[in-house]
């Protein structure tokens, strides 16, 4: 069993987070998912819609899995150094860090994707690599993988990547199971990535 | 500006719910998301992260659009002839009523989908179809719109659908704008589902 930390803050993006806790909730007797944030309570969505941390950061930081979301929450989250320093220390501790969307660059931003390839949201892609100017930030990917950091691309690429890592952790016979559960196309190739060229990146 | 109705019940399942939220609340200025329960407050979903319900129904059922997710706590939700009997009103004052997945097994044993087209989750088709016996139940699609009811297929096939309603009451342009933002592959033919096939319903 593992323990999965999903980090929220104000103004997270719902899908961000809840299409990889969807994929990995299927597997309930693999992993037990954790909402944690600064402190516990309910924590508003970019989109509106709460959700309640039951864990704070400064009671627990350390996860078999730590999943970072996006979202224009992140915005504020890159400049709270605070929050940053803490990030960076749950990183150290975890097993696996997985970001999506514009949560590659609250990572990116704590330091801890400097020297690595990583991949962020293709719309607000130049503005993002700023925030990791020591990240080799990769334009092309559904998702990139390298060492224990998964970086997905923009908000729907994190279930794509989830079933990576739970084919990675589980093997892919269950990720495949996962994604006929959840009824999801899944895209098993993270060279996949359209919207590099929709967004002019390539 | 339209007011979208989330009804959340113990057990309800994460992506059913927060996929089409995702989709819809990319639109702020054309949807304002309200998650409503039989009672305000926190409320587990099926994957245990914990949402909250800002609404009663007892206090507001009426909205511009009711979405009713699927998930295991469906179990109880058809049973429970009270929630059945406010849930059968709220779609009666809704202009529009959409489901995912076995979401639409509750709408069923309301017995508002009476003489109408539904589809619903295929993994567990034969056993949703008995909530409903007078239901046109379709096997293979990916979403089924009869009326001011949009059903959807399994999980993920709920934000396909989300699209598909974003298409009929915001235009083409703003429903494949809203995929580009997400990053997601749209589904856009209701009859497109692998799936119908991978559990033998066809």
């Known amino acids: 069993m593992k323990d999965l930390g999903a980090l929220i803050f104000p103004g997270f993006e719902l899908l961000d987070l809840f299409g990889p806790l969807e994929m990995f909730g299927l597997l309930p007797d693999h992993y037990r998912l954790h909402l944690v944030a600064e402190t516990p309570g309910a924590v508003a969505s970019a989109q ?10 400064a009671e627990r930081d350390s996860f078999d899995l730590l999943l970072v979301p996006g979202g224009r929450g ?13 990030i960076a220390r749950s990183c150290a501790a975890c097993d696996h860090v997985l970001s999506v969307c514009t949560g590659s660059a ?11 390839r990583a991949t962020t949201n293709k719309a ?6 700023t925030h990791g100017p ?8 559904r998702w990139v993988e390298d060492g224990k950091f998964f970086t997905a691309s923009g ?22 199971q996962v994604a006929i ?22």
Chains 1, 2 share one sequence.
Not at 106 to 116: F, M, N, S, Y
């Open 106 to 116: 609250v990572l990116a931003k704590a330091g801890v994707l400097d020297g690595r």
């Open 181 to 202: 559960w959840a009824e999801y196309e899944w895209h098993r190739d993270a060279d996949w990535d359209p919207f590099a060229k929709v967004h002019g990146l390539i």
């Open 124 to 129: 607000a892609f130049e503005q993002m690599m």
């Open 134 to 141: 020591e990240v080799d930030w990769v334009r092309e990917a």
């Open 48 to 57: 509106g819609p709460q959700a309640v941390a039951t864990v704070g950061l």
């Open 155 to 176: 908000v729907s690429a994190g279930m794509d990547m989830a079933l990576a890592v739970i084919a990675k952790l589980d093997g892919m016979e269950a990720a495949e």
């Open 74 to 86: 992140t915005r504020a989250l890159v400049k709270d150094k605070g929050m940053l320093d803490r």
